[in-house]
């Protein structure tokens, strides 16, 4: 019969999905590896395929998984509210004590006068309400974006995507204006680091003045750029395009849908590590570890331009995702894991660097805390992207029980965002993993 789908007892076989995956999603539906998982358990670290198969998951559900798979104290909440019957979906438009407690808990994370919070199911969602509110708090239109950014899959969102296979010939790319990316291993000013006087930084004031009319709603910057590829702009780059934006009359959107949460090693919230005068803060991923919440932080003066008209989420503020984002901010707190993140990054980049030194395809190692990138390239000299190695690589990690992910605009980039409780010596049986795969691939 049709429905029926063969395999064990308990899960169908993955012949069985992929055809079905065909049939019924749309054909931008996008499956890691040559021979695609079919992931059915989880905890702290590691996933376990229907086999049985376990794998130390390195990319944390795409940079979802904070805390770690099935927390022990989140899943005693959850399970506590489903046996107290606690209510499931109420909406905004009723009074819930777990979203007053999470908007709570971030606003004592954020800089300060940062003190207005908002609840969407989706970082895409609450980069779509930041650009309502700063087009609203500043009466223009345009938001400025960087080459190599990503900030969602909404229409406004993609609007403002800086790569060409996440555009559609539909979208609307009115009102947006690109400046150059902060990217120094392939800098767009042929800069060297010891010559670099922030040319990528000034370039927003050239995109300004010459793509605009000279007055702008926002700029939206990742501190640390995703799907680009996890590139790291220089420290002192945000402090001039804070500058630039806000002379222009411009509110400035700092997107940590991916670098939030405790990632990147050194506060809960990167914009605040690193000082950059942000208008509006955008949270999702690993704020709810796992669980299908973003976050819109602002300042009270932007959002009272929204007065008087209605803006409303079915399903912002949710009992079970806010209770879940706020509980995972506390674990985060009380398990050390910012720290965590820290050291056990630093112990990666010593890996991979060490690495760099015997393996041609290793060009470029970077990012903040657990939110690593290693861009792997034909030749270092004329730094060649490495589609196709990169793609054997992941595989060849996955078959020694290693889960990685890739990005950057060729898809060269390894992404590496474990969950921020693994342990040194998880964090040495990766590298250990990468370096065997790297010999595999002749690398």
Same mark, same amino acid.
């Given at each position: 019969?049709?429905?029926?789908?063969?395999?064990?007892?308990?899960?169908?076989?993955?012949?069985? @999905?992929?055809?079905?995956?065909?049939?019924?999603?749309?054909?931008?539906?996008?499956?890691?590896?040559?021979?695609?998982?079919?992931?059915?358990?989880?905890?702290?670290?590691?996933?376990?395929?229907?086999?049985?198969?376990?794998? /130390?998951?390195?990319?944390?559900?795409?940079?979802?998984?904070?805390?770690?798979?099935?927390?022990?104290?989140?899943?005693?909440?959850?399970?506590?509210?489903?046996?107290?019957?606690?209510?499931?979906?109420?909406?905004?438009?009723?009074?819930?004590?777990?979203?007053?407690?999470?908007?709570?808990?971030?606003?004592?994370?954020?800089?300060?006068?940062?003190?207005?919070?908002?609840?969407?199911?989706?970082?895409?969602?609450?980069?779509?309400?930041?650009?309502?509110?700063?087009?609203?708090?500043?009466?223009?239109?345009?938001?400025?974006?960087?080459?190599?950014?990503?900030?969602?899959?909404?229409?406004?969102?993609?609007?403002?995507?800086?790569?060409?296979?996440?555009?559609?010939?539909?979208?609307?790319?009115?009102?947006?204006?690109?400046?150059?990316?902060?990217?120094?291993?392939?800098?767009?000013?042929?800069?060297?680091?010891? *010559?670099?006087?922030?040319?990528?930084?000034?370039?927003?004031?050239?995109?300004?003045?010459?793509?605009?009319?000279?007055?702008?709603?926002?700029?939206?910057?990742?501190?640390?750029?995703?799907?680009?590829?996890?590139?790291?702009?220089?420290?002192?780059?945000?402090?001039? &395009?804070?500058?630039? &934006?806000?002379?222009?009359?411009?509110?400035?959107?700092?997107?940590?849908?991916?670098?939030?949460?405790?990632?990147?090693?050194?506060?809960?919230?990167?914009?605040?590590?690193?000082?950059?005068?942000?208008?509006?803060?955008?949270?999702?991923?690993? @704020?709810?570890?796992?669980?299908?919440?973003?976050?819109?932080?602002?300042?009270?003066?932007?959002?009272?331009?929204?007065?008087?008209?209605?803006?409303?989420?079915?399903?912002?503020?949710?009992?079970?995702?806010?209770?879940?984002?706020?509980?995972? /901010?506390?674990?985060?707190?009380?398990?050390?894991?910012?720290?965590?993140?820290?050291?056990?990054?630093?112990?990666?980049?010593?890996? /991979?660097?060490?690495?760099?030194?015997?393996?041609?395809?290793?060009?470029?190692?970077?990012?903040?805390? @657990?939110?690593?990138?290693?861009?792997?390239?034909?030749?270092?000299?004329?730094? &060649?992207?490495?589609?196709?190695?990169?793609?054997?690589?992941?595989?060849?990690?996955?078959?020694?029980?290693?889960? @990685?992910?890739?990005?950057?605009?060729?898809?060269?980039?390894?992404?590496?965002?474990?969950?921020?409780?693994?342990?040194?010596?998880?964090?040495?049986?990766? /590298?250990?993993?990468?370096?065997? *795969?790297?010999?595999?691939?002749?690398?």
């Amino acid at each position: 019969m049709r429905n029926q789908a063969p395999g064990n007892a308990s899960f169908p076989s993955n012949a069985f @999905l992929i055809e079905r995956r065909k049939q019924h999603f749309l054909p931008t539906a996008h499956l890691y590896h040559e021979q695609p998982l079919h992931l059915v358990k989880a905890r702290g670290v590691h996933v376990w395929d229907e086999a049985g198969n376990r794998y /130390l998951d390195a990319i944390g559900g795409i940079i979802c998984i904070s805390v770690g798979h099935n927390h022990p104290r989140i899943k005693q909440k959850i399970i506590e509210m489903i046996e107290s019957d606690q209510i499931q979906h109420t909406t905004l438009l009723y009074l819930s004590r777990f979203s007053v407690e999470l908007a709570e808990a971030l606003l004592a994370e954020a800089p300060e006068g940062i003190d207005r919070a908002s609840f969407t199911n989706s970082g895409s969602e609450a980069n779509e309400l930041a650009f309502m509110t700063a087009r609203h708090a500043t009466g223009e239109s345009i938001v400025v974006n960087l080459r190599h950014g990503y900030h969602g899959g909404t229409s406004g969102t993609l609007a403002q995507c800086g790569h060409h296979n996440w555009r559609f010939r539909a979208q609307p790319s009115a009102a947006t204006a690109s400046a150059l990316e902060p990217y120094c291993y392939r800098c767009p000013f042929k800069q060297k680091p010891e *010559s670099c006087e922030l040319e990528c930084a000034k370039n927003v004031e050239t995109t300004i003045q010459t793509s605009t009319h000279g007055r702008i709603a926002a700029m939206i910057v990742e501190p640390v750029m995703g799907v680009g590829g996890f590139i790291t702009p220089p420290a002192d780059y945000f402090a001039e &395009v804070t500058r630039i &934006v806000h002379n222009y009359g411009g509110k400035y959107i700092s997107d940590e849908v991916q670098t939030g949460a405790g990632r990147c090693g050194g506060s809960y919230l990167l914009t605040r590590e690193l000082g950059i005068d942000a208008d509006m803060i955008t949270m999702a991923k690993g @704020l709810g570890n796992g669980a299908a919440i973003g976050a819109a932080l602002m300042k009270t003066a932007d959002t009272e331009s929204l007065a008087g008209k209605l803006y409303f989420n079915t399903f912002g503020g949710d009992p079970y995702q806010t209770m879940q984002a706020r509980l995972a /901010l506390e674990i985060i707190k009380e398990e050390n894991l910012i720290a965590n993140a820290r050291d056990m990054g630093q112990r990666v980049v010593d890996g /991979l660097k060490q690495m760099q030194t015997h393996h041609a395809l290793i060009g470029d190692v970077r990012g903040r805390g @657990l939110l690593l990138g290693m861009e792997l390239v034909e030749d270092k000299n004329t730094k &060649v992207h490495a589609v196709k190695e990169t793609v054997a690589l992941m595989d060849r990690c996955k078959e020694k029980g290693l889960l @990685l992910g890739h990005g950057g605009l060729y898809g060269n980039v390894l992404r590496i965002a474990p969950p921020l409780s693994i342990s040194a010596e998880q964090v040495d049986q990766m /590298l250990d993993i990468i370096d065997r *795969s790297l010999f595999d691939v002749g690398g």
